[in-house]
């Protein structure tokens, strides 16, 4: 059975830095990349960021450029999303998904939602300014 689950979301102040963590299990990350992806109230689900460890990439939307990291623990199956620097506009609800990396469209737009079969449920976050 496959799960993802999340957590580490928290209220933070503006400026201030969060991790979150996507806990992973009945997925041979070797052939699943891990997206983080976002929804605030009233707007679409955006992707945020990618790790695809079979060709080593990361990727990142342009609006978090320089402020996350993404990182995986292979021992643990664990996902992170290392968050600073951290805005208002970052409220929302943080969702990790799996997408299999031998799918014919994988090798472009790797934050495409469309992209992901598996899901977490989501962890809140709230930057205050």
């Known amino acids: 059975q496959v799960q993802l689950v999340e957590s580490g979301g928290a209220l933070v102040q503006a400026g201030g830095s969060l991790r979150l963590s996507c806990a992973i299990s009945?997925?041979?990350?070797?052939?699943?990349?891990i997206g983080w992806f976002r929804q605030a109230p009233g707007k679409k689900r955006e992707g945020v960021s990618c790790?695809?460890?079979?060709?080593?990439?990361?990727d990142y939307a342009d609006s978090v450029k320089g402020r996350f990291t993404v990182s995986r623990d292979n021992a643990k199956n664990t996902v992170y999303l290392e968050m600073n620097s951290l805005k208002s506009e970052d409220t929302a609800i943080y969702y990790c998904?799996?997408?299999?990396?031998?799918?014919?469209?994988?090798?472009?737009?790797?934050?495409?939602?469309?992209?992901?079969?598996?899901w977490g449920q989501g962890t809140q976050v709230t930057v205050s300014s």
């Open positions: 998904a799996a997408a299999f990396v031998n799918r014919r469209d994988w090798g472009t737009d790797k934050l495409d939602r469309y992209k992901y079969d598996h």
């Open positions: 009945g997925l041979n990350l070797d052939y699943w990349a």
């Open positions: 790790i695809d460890s079979s060709d080593g990439t990361t």
